[in-house]
């Protein structure tokens, strides 16, 4: 008897795992219907705006877009999730609805123009094309996000906790992919920021006002808020200065922990550093023994390709790719961010250690977060538009493709901190080498790092901190950065066809170039 009642366990369980495979199999055939339904209402509507109106296929793509919206919210809630217990209202889920699948046009749109105008193919057809990309996508999102029930907050006790070389220690609800090499075990009793997801409550006495693009704004001595004026449904922040800082997002960011930790995590970290006496720096780093070799460039210059390039042919250890922490001693403090790669940064490396499927979604992550998306995202950050909720939609449609450095680079190794030994700034232009002053270094890596911030809300987050402040954060950051580089020998490479590593000087004192 004991013998049969273990074996009706898993039978039990392969039967409820059936129907559970069985329901969500119903419920993506019936998302595909609609969804089915939703592509000819889309196509009838844009070919209307294009050839009856005259509107040019690309605009009427985002207007059909709204419509075929609202056709497939209707359908959905009646076939697709009528059921739904503790769900949202309806209205925050329509707000949903419609901001996914416009952030979904950052991807369909490239997509479509790059059908229609590099390949030939009719514009409907594309159009047609585009859609079916992102619909499962779409359904995993709607059926997690949008119509899922909404959960109780966290249990606090599982939060992950972050030290940062024991200069700066985070404790989050939220899980931050760009610090888990800093992650520790253990607890916490005075962290430097805490992150939960949470309400966006209004203070008493704040003073309210609207930010430059359009987000609204509350202020006071020891607390921010900013918000896209979606609420919980939209990207929207939190920062209060007590014994810490405690950071408070809206339950969106918690699905899109990228966009969470680079708007509103990192900026706070690099003036939290600048107080405590580093200074968070955009470049690279790669060492030659206890020789720091710093690597310098404009965001999307091609500073990534040429570190794995470096480290792929020359033996150096690895420091940082993004971000490093220096001192004004000249200490390389390591910031081991995941790498974001493209086709082309692959291909610079020998034996990379991605799976077939991580390289076919390279494909489309590539589309999005390549030079031409981020560009697009800056133009409509000076614009009204929801930007940053519009961003976190779309990295939570497609995930930045983000690797660690051994996953791309399998042989190298890694160092904790090295001693600033020479600088190189790479920049696409005439091929030639400059040698660079102190001055010109100093000046040229801080342009450089306020270069890979300022998306929002970042200015509105460093008034804030530099606010509170009676010393002057930035004068700070520059004071280290200057000691730091005191006596480092700088020069700039120049190579239009992005050939700065085999040129690249493998020792602490670089040959002269001609100015």
Known sequence: MAYQSERQVPVSLRKGGGY???????????????????????????????????????????????????????????????????????????????????????????????????????????????????????????????????????????????????????????????????????????????????????????????????????????????????????????????????????????????VLYTNVVEPILRWVFAERGYALIHAACVASGNEALLLTAKTDTGKTTTTLRILDNNGHSFLSDDLILLGPDGRVLTYPKPLTISHHTLKSVKTPLLSRKERLALTIQSRLHSRSGRRLAVLLARSRFPVATINAFAQLLVPPPKYHVGRLVPTVESSREAQAAFLVVIERAEAGQITLDQEEAVEILLSNTEDAFGFPPYFVIEDFLHSRERSNLRMAERRIVAEALDGVPAILLCDPAMGWWENVPLSSRPAQADA
């Open 20 to 258: 559970l495979v069985t329901f969500w199999r119903l419920r993506l055939t019936r998302f595909g219907a609609v969804g089915a339904s939703g592509l000819i209402v889309n196509t009838a509507l844009l070919g209307a705006f294009t050839e009856l109106v005259g509107i040019p296929y690309w605009v009427s793509a985002v207007l059909a877009t709204q419509g075929s919206t609202l056709w497939n919210f209707g359908l959905i809630e009646l076939w697709v999730f009528p059921d739904r217990q503790e769900r949202r209202a309806r209205s925050s889920r329509l707000v949903m609805f419609l901001v996914m699948n416009n952030a979904a046009l950052l991807l369909r749109g490239p997509i479509l123009v790059l059908l229609t105008e590099g390949l030939g193919v009719f514009y409907l057809l594309s159009n047609v094309i585009s859609l079916v990309t992102v619909t499962l996508v779409r359904y995993a999102i709607s059926d997690r996000l949008i119509w899922g029930a909404v959960k109780a907050a966290k249990d606090p006790s599982t939060s992950r906790l972050y030290d940062i070389h024991s200069i700066v220690t985070v404790e989050s609800e939220v899980p931050l992919p760009e610090l888990e090499r800093f992650e520790v075990e253990g607890s916490m009793s005075a962290p430097t920021i805490t992150v939960r997801v949470g309400k966006l409550r209004a203070e008493a006495n704040g003073a309210s006002r609207r930010a430059d693009n359009g987000a609204g704004l509350e202020t006071s001595i020891a607390r921010l808020r900013y918000d896209e004026g979606l609420g919980d449904l939209g990207f929207g922040t939190a920062i209060e200065i007590g014994d810490c800082i405690e950071v408070v997002v809206t339950p969106l960011l918690k699905w899109s922990p990228h």
